[in-house]
């Protein structure tokens, strides 16, 4: 079993949405099976670049969004958004120097913030964007 397993539940209505959802969470259970098995360090290193990249481009996607359709939650949402990138960042940088141990109590962290931020946060936008023709 996954460490965080896409279920139906986690679904925001929005195809193109769940599918940068499903890829943030593969990115999350590739570090975390890394991290099992104790991988090298530059392979680690590696996907929290990419889950760097991908959170910042997701986020993105979302918040483009907003603006274009004039979200009200916008500014509430965008900074839970800031908030986490800092997050990861401070991860990143700490994983550059070598400060690993803490990196299963991370993991566990971001899967926990994906999570309820999926469930809870985006899902206030989904029957907003749905009514306007977003797929
Ligand atoms: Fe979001
Ligand atoms: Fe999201």
């Known amino acids: 079993m996954a460490f965080l397993e896409w279920e139906e539940n986690l679904s925001v209505g929005i195809k193109s ?25 530059e392979i680690l290193l590696n996907i929290i670049e990419r889950l760097k990249e991908y959170t910042v481009y997701h986020f993105e996607t979302e ?5 274009k359709y004039n979200f009200d939650g916008y500014d509430e949402h965008k900074k839970e958004h800031g908030e986490f990138v800092a997050k990861i960042e401070d991860f990143h ?13 991370v993991v566990n ?19 907003f964007l749905i009514e306007k023709g977003v797929e």
């Not at 940088?93 to 109590?105: D, I, Q």
Request: proline content about 2%; charged content about 35%.
């Open 63 to 67: 918040e483009n969004l907003f603006e």
């Open 109 to 127: 962290f971001i899967k926990l913030w994906i999570f309820k931020h999926i469930m809870g946060t985006d899902k206030k936008y989904t029957a």
């Open 93 to 105: 940088e700490r994983f550059k120097n070598g400060k690993m141990l803490m990196a299963l109590e």
């Open 17 to 41: 949405i769940d599918k940068q959802h499903k890829k943030l969470i593969q990115i999350i259970n590739d570090f975390y099976d890394n991290l099992q098995k104790e991988s090298p360090e």
